[in-house]
């Protein structure tokens, strides 16, 4: 089973640092430009299912890799949607220092494991990622295995079903940014062994420049 994870192309948020979350935010013209580009390296691959977050950002990209029309038409579920970050969402770093300082300091300490209001919290996520990899891994079965899965969504998810997957200590800081409209492929075995074959690959966005 190979998974193909993708995150969706640049939005004006990422552009500005602030925390996306599951708030509703579109592509801007570069991220409209990243999809258009990852689009068409995607569209030299064949894939037996297409799944994406329904997010604006993520349905936006996953349209324009629609478009090539190789691909299966996606399926959006909820169940990768970016993890949400509770009152944090939509602000700067700066901003979070100086609206919730004691907060920040935390968060220094530990960006994933601190407790941050209204948030959905790790437990959650994590539950979501088991759910939604046993699915991925009953569809592989069903099918045979012969063609990977594309998975078009967020970054806090991509990294977190990164942990999840290569079992990572959870409890370590996560080194792994994953960039806008990047490529990152996970293979996993009939003996079940996991194997990372290529990581936040964006080669196919120098043909921009």
């Not at 004006?12 to 935010?25: A, E, H, K, V």
């Amino acid at each position: 089973m190979d998974l193909w994870f993708v995150r969706h192309g640049t939005t004006g948020y990422n552009l500005q640092g602030r925390l996306q979350g599951t708030l509703d935010i579109p592509l801007g013209d570069q991220g409209k430009k990243e999809a258009r580009l990852l689009a068409e390296r995607l569209g030299k691959q064949k894939f037996s299912f297409f799944f994406s977050s329904p997010l604006q950002r993520t349905r936006e990209t996953s349209s324009i890799i629609s478009e090539q029309g190789t691909c299966p038409k996606p399926i959006y579920t909820s169940l990768i949607e970016e993890y949400s970050w509770g009152i944090i969402q939509g602000l700067t770093r700066e901003e979070i220092s100086n609206r919730y300082p004691d907060l920040w300091r935390q968060l220094q300490q530990s960006f994933h494991l601190t407790d941050i209001p209204q948030a959905e919290g790790m437990k959650r996520l994590f539950q979501r990622i088991r759910f939604f990899h046993a699915l991925l891994a009953r569809i592989s079965l069903d099918n045979g295995g012969e063609d990977p899965i594309l998975i078009v969504s967020h970054g806090r998810f991509i990294q977190a079903f990164i942990v999840y997957f290569i079992k990572y200590n959870y409890n370590n800081s996560w080194p792994f940014p994953v960039s806008p409209a990047s490529i990152t492929v996970l293979q996993e075995d009939s003996q079940g062994t996991r194997r990372m074959k290529l990581f936040n690959d964006t080669c196919h966005l120098n043909a921009e420049g």
